[in-house]
């Protein structure tokens, strides 16, 4: 064999290894983004049971006890990310947590008070915090958890501004 075809096989040889590898983790990869992909419909289908549980269960023909139900869920929703924080000790986390939570009891009582509107976008708002961790990755929260909130929190807000909407049509002018 001549010094050519010597480097010619050798680069054949590595040729096909460097495919096989390129292929395997192609497939790896793919694999990943099935698994994810997988996990983060999961958890939205879950948020989204849970949301239509949660409306089932909360639902009174009385618009004002809905509305004060729905605004404290929107305080819980807030302190659970509080207590993730907290639980993983304390940090920078912690304190920006509880001014979350700061933040949606405000807009919980002021919506309580004034406007099931009010309440909504404050659940929309939220939506917004849980794509904040979605992103951020942040790792005292549960990977799945995100997901699951932002589409929570997604049908309670629909809900809520649907039905003052309806009801707020339906009242004499």
Not at 100 to 115: D, M, P, T
Not at 130 to 146: A, C, G, L, N
């Amino acid at each position: 064999m001549d010094h050519f075809q010597f480097q010619e096989t050798i680069l054949t040889s590595v040729t096909i290894r460097q495919l096989a590898y390129i292929r395997v983790s192609r497939l790896f990869v793919e694999d990943k983004i099935a698994r994810f992909t997988m996990d983060m419909l999961t958890a939205l289908a879950v948020g989204v049971v849970a949301a239509g549980a949660l409306v089932f269960a909360i639902r009174s023909e009385e618009k004002d006890v809905e509305r004060y139900r729905l605004a404290v869920g929107l305080g819980v929703v807030a302190a659970v990310y509080a207590a993730f924080s907290m639980n993983a000790g304390p940090g920078v986390w912690v304190l920006a947590e509880l001014a979350g939570v700061g933040l949606f009891g405000v807009i919980a009582i002021v919506g309580y008070r004034h406007s099931a509107l009010v309440v909504a976008a404050g659940w929309m708002l939220h939506v917004g915090w849980d794509v904040m961790h979605h992103v951020v990755e942040v790792r005292f929260v549960p990977s799945w958890y995100p997901d699951a909130c932002i589409s929570f929190d997604l049908v309670v807000a629909v809900y809520l501004a649907v039905r003052s909407w309806r009801a707020s049509e339906a009242a004499p002018a």
